[in-house]
């Protein structure tokens, strides 16, 4: 279709300055801060200094008290917030381009500060409750054995869960700020510096996706770290009459718990944001008019954009924080119960490995993103390097680090005379987790990506119609589950194995390390996970840039190097989705172990089988699986439902304002803002309370069947059971989900770059049809079954006491 350019003709942004700040105000004045923001720029410098200083040097005296190793943590945490500092600057300090640039770029961050203020006010309110809910529960609980010896009684632990619980929501919900506050800012200075040359702007992108994603990581290290050195030192573990230390990685379970929880609505929350305007957009947009995406015509664009930022970059930071948070407790539970069984001396290495790889990981991401450089010839306007390949580059040369920081890391860490080559073993634990990720990588790309043949097939079935698009997205999306179960299958039981056979024996004579070495393994697929998350802020950042560039109407050259990063990044977001999913496997298999662990500390008797044959044992596991296809369909319509108020807004736009379509009158963006906003906070709430309730009624009401059965361990076997069965249809789900919609989504991008018809013919609406399916697919309902499956064990280990 031919490009609009016409200067006689006001295009809505034009020259005059007040005409302009009336379809995009200016925002600056209106930035918002979060309120602990607020507090500490209140508060005059000197005494900020200070107050620092204080508190970096209370967390290394407590490091000191705790171990040389979590001092190590502390001091590699800090240099990159420095790092991340470094970066901030770096990116600030590139140019906003003009000043109609520089005003849409402002509505934006206006509409997507002010949904995250709202919606985090919510899930604030949401988590307070649920944290009096967990304090009364923790204070009738039973105690284990432990815990009974230790002295820590029920008063004790319910304040110590309570505040691990609000700590983890607390930096989820930072960590999603974080996304957040980089991408509103980075955005219109990858549209400025397109108007340059091609590799700067994709470097703008990576380093703006690195600082967010350092940070999250690092947060999310840094919380586990300063609350593991608390608790040791408050309850003075390892000393006479005190808590093992091999008990601790228990009480941090709360952590994680708060995290998965925020991470879930945020999830939703935000997933049904960006996708209900997007559907809306296009449908009426697209289809309807004919006009381009993200045309400063079309009503729904501004919220199309807000949401790529509430919904892609503060959602995924939440979700990946609440990843990794997840899976080092998981693992330090593990390695505790681990070195107990095996009576180590020294079990600190085996209980801090997890934090110490994730420490590792922050400095080879770190010079990941510094690999990716600019070019110096600034005329260039269309890349030789294929931006993917350049990312990739990046890639590889951070799992060649993280494999040197890995061997480094068990060999130091995971070395015991009881079995002097079990590191060995670890180490190649390890290996496995690192190749099962860029595995992960190599097949979400090959089936997502338009330069391979599944999705220039699908792009292909649209030259017939709409339903034969359709039809191939969904049969592309099942196919896809096949090589990735079969890759982590494979790592589960080569890892076990691995682990099993390092040496490691319990009293009896037994092997005892095959679940540890699986834990090392999922440590293994995180050890790049900065650099992954870099690669996922990187596509938001690159469709918010693209829309910045066709709504201030530049040049074609300009678009079409947006068009190219855009394209990358929708292959980048959906193998990092896969990466995710890899991930959460991993992790869910992680904590059902530890789950089982504690229902045996608490019972006092073995706990190591499920019976499926047993009749609620199984009916167990299948509302678990209900419970993953409800939860999808519910996120599903929420979207739905929205956007259908967001197309009936633009259509009667376009009905009542015809000027609309040849830039004599402009589009109400606020009123869609709105109707998004407040659909999507009304939304998020029903599938939301569904995972979180689930888990504890289903608990509870076979606790109380078991005991008028006479069967006393009815209520865990049947929670075990939903666990494993939801875990299971989760990770295929979310598989199917994730692909489909990024196959759908790329099919559309290949048409527009010509292929089949271009832009505007009926082969590109049919594709936009199937793009508007997989929307939902693969930025709401797939994105929250990774936190739905973590955050379904992770409730289980907290409510445990419930179900006995």
């Known amino acids: 279709m031919a490009r609009r350019v016409n200067s006689s003709v006001s295009v809505g942004l034009d020259d005059d300055v007040e005409d302009r700040q009336r379809t995009f105000p200016n925002m600056r004045s209106k930035t918002y801060t979060p309120l602990v923001f607020r507090m500490l720029m209140g508060i005059n410098v000197r005494v900020l200094l200070v107050l620092l200083f204080v508190s970096l040097g209370v967390m290394f005296y407590l490091g000191a008290r705790t171990s040389s190793i979590i001092v190590f943590v502390f001091t590699i945490c800090l240099l990159s917030f420095l790092f991340s500092i470094y970066l901030a600057r770096w990116v600030l300090k590139k140019d906003e381009g003009p000043p109609e640039m520089v005003q849409i770029s402002d509505a934006i961050r206006e509409g997507a500060e002010g949904f995250f203020r709202t919606q985090y006010g919510s899930i604030s309110k949401m988590s307070v409750i649920l944290a009096v809910v967990i304090l009364v529960i923790y204070l009738f609980r039973h105690m284990t054995p432990q815990q009974e010896s230790s002295g820590v009684g029920r008063t004790m632990s319910a304040c110590i869960t309570v505040v691990a619980f609000l700590l983890g929501a607390f930096c989820s919900g930072a960590a999603g700020y974080v996304g957040m506050w980089v991408s509103v800012r980075a955005n219109v200075r990858v549209s400025s510096a397109a108007r340059r040359s091609a590799r700067e702007p994709l470097q703008i992108a990576v380093r703006a996706g690195g600082l967010s994603a350092i940070v999250v990581v690092g947060m999310a290290v840094l919380g586990v770290a300063v609350l593991y050195a608390t608790f040791y030192v408050l309850l003075g573990v390892g000393l006479p009459g005190s808590m093992k230390v091999t008990d601790l990685p228990l009480l941090l379970v709360g952590y994680g718990f708060g995290a998965s929880f925020v991470a879930l609505f945020a999830q939703l929350g935000g997933g049904i944001y960006t996708k209900a305007a997007d559907v809306g957009a296009d449908l009426v947009g697209k289809v309807e008019q004919g006009i381009p995406e993200d045309d400063p015509r079309n009503p729904a664009v501004i919220a199309d954009l807000v949401g790529d930022n509430v919904g892609d970059c503060a959602a995924r930071g939440a979700d990946l924080f609440e990843s990794i948070a997840a899976e080092i407790i998981s693992a330090m539970i593990l390695g505790g119960t681990m070195a107990e069984r095996c009576k180590l001396e020294d079990p600190t290495g085996f209980i801090l490995f997890p934090l110490v790889v994730h420490s590792f990981d922050l400095v080879v991401s770190s010079l990941g993103v510094l690999s990716i450089r600019g070019t110096r010839d600034l005329s260039l306007k269309v890349s030789s390097e294929d931006p993917m390949a350049i990312l990739q580059k990046g890639y590889s040369i951070t799992i060649f680090l993280a494999l040197i920081a890995f061997g480094v890391s068990t060999r130091w860490l995971l070395y015991t005379e009881r079995a002097p080559l079990a590191w060995l073993n670890f180490a190649l634990c390890g290996l496995v987790g690192i190749i ?118 530049q040049p074609e050259s300009v678009r079409e190097i947006t068009d190219l990063l855009d394209a990358v990044g929708n292959t980048t977001k959906a193998t990092t989705k896969g990466f995710a999913i890899g991930s959460a496997a991993l992790a869910s298999f992680l904590l059902f172990s530890a789950y089982m662990d504690e229902v045996a500390s608490f019972a006092r008797i073995p706990f190591n089988q499920v019976d499926i044959a047993i009749p609620e ?121 994730n692909t489909a919609g990024g196959a759908w989504d790329n099919a559309k991008k290949f048409i527009e770059t010509g292929a089949l018809g271009g832009k505007g013919s009926d082969t590109h609406k049919a594709a936009v049809t199937g793009d508007t399916v997989g929307d939902p697919f693969k930025d709401t309902a797939g994105p929250s079954l990774h936190v739905l499956i973590k955050m379904l064990a992770t409730i289980t280990l907290v409510m445990a006491p419930v179900f006995l």
């Open 436 to 553: 099962t990720a860029y595995t992960f990588f190599g097949i979400t790309k090959y089936y997502t990506d338009y330069k391979h043949e599944p999705v220039r097939n699908l792009a292909l079935s649209s030259s017939t119609g709409h339903g034969t698009n359709i039809i191939a997205g969904v049969s592309l999306g099942l196919e896809s589950t096949g090589l990735p179960v079969l890759v982590i299958s494979a790592a589960i039981i080569s890892s076990f194995w691995l682990g099993q056979t390092s040496g490691l024996m319990d009293e009896s004579g037994s092997a005892t390390g095959g679940l540890f070495g699986t834990a090392v393994a999922t440590m293994g697929m995180l050890s790049t996970a900065a650099y992954v998350l870099t690669m996922d802020m990187f596509g938001p950042i690159a469709d918010n840039a693209g829309g910045i560039v066709e709504m201030s109407q």
């Open 617 to 737: 044992v199984f009916v167990g596991g299948l509302l678990g699986s209900m419970l993953i296809y409800v939860f999808s369909a519910w996120a599903c319509a929420a979207v739905g439902r929205s956007a259908q108020e967001v197309v009936t807004e633009v259509r009667r736009q376009f009905i009542e304002r015809p000027g609309i379509m040849d830039y004599t009158e402009k589009p109400d963006y606020g009123r869609c803002v709105a109707i998004v906003a407040s659909a999507s906070l009304r939304e998020m709430i029903k599938p939301g309370a569904l995972a979180v309730v689930s888990p504890i009624v289903i608990g509870f009401v076979f606790r109380v069947f078991g005991r008028v059965t006479g069967q006393p361990l009815l209520g865990p076997k049947v929670v075990a059971s939903m666990l494993m069965f939801a875990t299971v249809s989760g990770i295929l789900m979310a598989l199917f989900l």
